[in-house]
């Protein structure tokens, strides 16, 4: 395989074969580590298509990888397969005033396309946690984030795909128009797909007009059930609020600790960040009024409205820290689960009991406007066997849960392949079956990222 | 078929084999006449899904259909096919605020949900011009209508669905959840595939809690290019609007002689109509202020903000009525071409080339806001071949332009049959090949609705 790959790359310095760095052996967890055959480095749709044509006469199994962050093993290769490795198609090809759109390659990091967009006076709305995950795996994981209460995911910002087949052929998906009611939708397939479809090469996507203002606030309570309960007097008030996030007291020691910093609040044990944006401050300063007294009313032991840039900066940054700081701790499990909203204080609370009940460590936090909640289930000092099978447990009895309350395995992560086990137990065999089907229309060999989510 | 079918559905009101009603032979324009095999009147999901089973172990095509308000000939029949009538499955099922969520049988009109919702204190936003047309069929062809500019289409509102397979399982498409990353998206792949891959027996369906009020305000312009120019510097500006309508002089001349209406202006040849909603009237007129000086910048006549109730009912009573008032005088065909939005003004006036060219009346309108633009082809007094033949020519044209613009023949009407052989024309042949490999999944014995969109 290395002479086909050296003529079709046609650079030594971006083909791998016999010797390959070991970063390429898994994922971001690096639990699972397997040999790939070859990795290769493509600067082009065409040499990706030419890797990928070749692979599928000679049925090797194709990893697509961005940069990768994912955090289900979608990117842990399999044994002599090829690691397409997309990082070096960085680059943002066009920005469109006429059609409000941005053109990028799918390896430009998140925070890439969202600080260019931001010189131009425009946002792209999605906004995952992880900022230097690149935009191709936002769309193979149809990426949540905060402001998804207001603005969507990453499938809502999507106009069309350039997308390679497993036949090498290169097709777009979608169209440069806003609406569309032409045949059937395969761009929403490929979105979320997780590279077992195909491989997006180039992604157009829509970008808003930056809002003129945003601002924060930030809402203490005694119990996180409390909290949560007041998300949905929230959302029927119809006070425009961009991002809800719950956040519990020991994640944010944790996090405190690990930056040094302090939370601007540390009465009760759970807190509400809110975040609004709009044209005109004074509609948000009513808007988070409405926010306040929604709170007070759910039993609210304070509201502070983080104006001051400081402030608002270091909670954020306490906000975004506390998975880090766990593993700064210790190895976690990270779950993505997500619930119809009026189940989340229900999930959350189930939670607390399966930690007792396995004595291990659960943080949670997560989406509070959409039912997300994600977990860090906490090694510790556990050797480990006793961890493996404690995790094992636990992850049973959350999915079950999960599905029990009509939820999903995951909400914005993916299933890849370590989720895979728990979301086959409880998915429609039918709907698998259905998923299966499509693969091989697309993928007849299933060389494209094999064994992973159906 | 007649005794399965009495067996099925066990009640001989509600099967037709000997005596069909003509009604069931077309589509609503009633061109093209088919004579089905037989016309069920289901009341159950089951009762469906027993049907399909029946036709599928027998290999007989079936025809899904509700209102039959669609402009695109998807319910004609194909000769011995099964119509599966769905508009007794007319029931709101259940309202839901803790998910804010209806949850609704596909006969359900359209007009009835959205009354049913604000009754409520919530809004369905989709509002397509159609309101008697059923929610089966606005899913069917993923529907857009007036306010998909602030609000997005019918596929945004749409959180699951009960679907039967062509084998007559039914399966549940979606979820409860707001956030979804589990699988490959088969809600969306059944959203617009106009009858082709399943039966849509049930949707639960988003709702926003209801703006506390709307505006609408009216700009006429001396030339449509100058009005369509506008629309994208108003997007750009970040003005929060709900739906930016345009309207030609002579379209509204025809309504008005329709309805016996008068018209708030009559300046200029052309005229944007907006529409604005919010929590707040002193933010909506703000908004709408913003927009009066972009439009006077851009040559608008004169802005009226149409606050009086009776005006506005008037206005967009007008609005409503123009096919009805062009079918009043002469048969039409519709058209519902979508190009990006920066390529409206150059696709209309290129229909008003056409229209002297073929020497035949060409009416447009539509929805300014995202590039979505309405023809009616006048047929006026033309003999019958004469009319059949520049129709084609104008359609050749129209279709081929809309694609050097790539734009695509349908924004939210759907494909159907009409349109297909122009969909296929300009369509991409692998992704049709996909889109049939899809087929064949969902539908082995290709029963589903033949013959329509791919």
Excluded at 173 to 197: P, Y
Excluded at 231 to 258: C, G, P, Q
Excluded at 349 to 368: N, P, R
């Amino acid at each position: 395989m290395k002479a086909e790959l050296l003529e079709i790359i046609g650079d030594d310095k971006r083909v791998w074969v016999d010797f390959i760095d070991e970063k390429y052996y898994s994922d971001q967890l690096g639990r699972i580590k397997v040999k790939p055959g070859a990795v290769v480095l493509p600067l082009k749709t065409k040499e990706v298509a030419s890797v990928v044509k070749f692979a599928n006469e000679n049925s090797i199994p194709i990893i697509p990888r961005g940069a990768n962050t994912g955090l289900t093993g979608a990117t842990i290769p399999v044994e002599g397969s090829i690691i397409i490795d997309l990082s070096a198609l960085n680059h943002i090809e066009a920005f469109d005033e006429e059609t409000l759109t941005v053109t990028v390659q799918p390896g430009v990091p998140l925070e890439e396309i969202q600080a260019f967009v931001e010189t131009k006076g425009y946002f792209y709305p999605p906004d995952p946690g992880e900022k230097k995950a690149t935009i191709g795996g936002n769309i193979s994981t149809n990426a949540g984030g905060m402001r998804a209460v207001k603005y969507g995911v990453t499938r809502d910002y999507v106009r069309s795909l350039e997308v390679v087949l497993a036949s090498g052929k290169i097709v777009e998906v979608g169209a440069e128009t806003i609406k569309n009611s032409s045949g059937l939708d395969l761009k929403n397939l490929i979105i979320g797909s997780e590279g077992t479809l195909g491989i997006v090469t180039k992604a157009k996507l829509k970008v808003l007009p930056k809002p003129a203002y945003t601002m924060s606030a930030l809402a203490p309570f005694e119990t996180l059930e409390e909290g949560i309960d007041t998300v949905l007097e929230i959302l029927r008030a119809n006070v425009d609020v961009t991002a809800i996030e719950f956040l519990e007291k020991e994640a944010i020691a944790l996090s405190e600790k690990y930056l040094g910093l302090v939370f601007p609040t540390h009465k009760g044990n759970a807190y509400l960040l809110f975040t609004f944006d709009g044209e005109s401050m004074e509609n948000i300063r009513a808007y988070s009024d409405k926010v306040k007294d929604i709170c007070r009313t759910y039993g609210a032991l304070d509201f502070i409205n983080l104006e001051d840039e400081e402030a608002l900066q270091r909670t954020w940054q306490i906000r975004g820290a506390i998975v880090s700081a766990v593993e700064s701790t210790s190895e976690q499990e990270p779950i993505d689960i997500v619930v119809p909203i009026h189940r989340s204080a229900e999930f959350v609370k189930y939670t607390k009991q399966v930690s007792q009940k396995y004595d291990i460590a659960v943080q949670s936090f997560g989406h509070a406007g959409d039912g997300n909640v994600h977990l860090c289930i906490i090694r510790g000092d556990l050797e480990e066997e006793e961890w493996k099978n404690r995790l094992d447990q636990i992850l049973e009895d959350l999915y079950k849960k999960a599905h029990e309350l009509k939820g999903l395995p995951s909400g914005e992560h993916g299933i890849g392949q370590t989720k895979r086990p728990y979301y086959l137990k409880y998915a429609d065999e039918t709907q698998i079956a259905l998923m299966r089907g499509i693969k091989a229309v697309f993928d007849p060999k299933g060389i494209l990222n094999p064994q992973k989510v159906y």
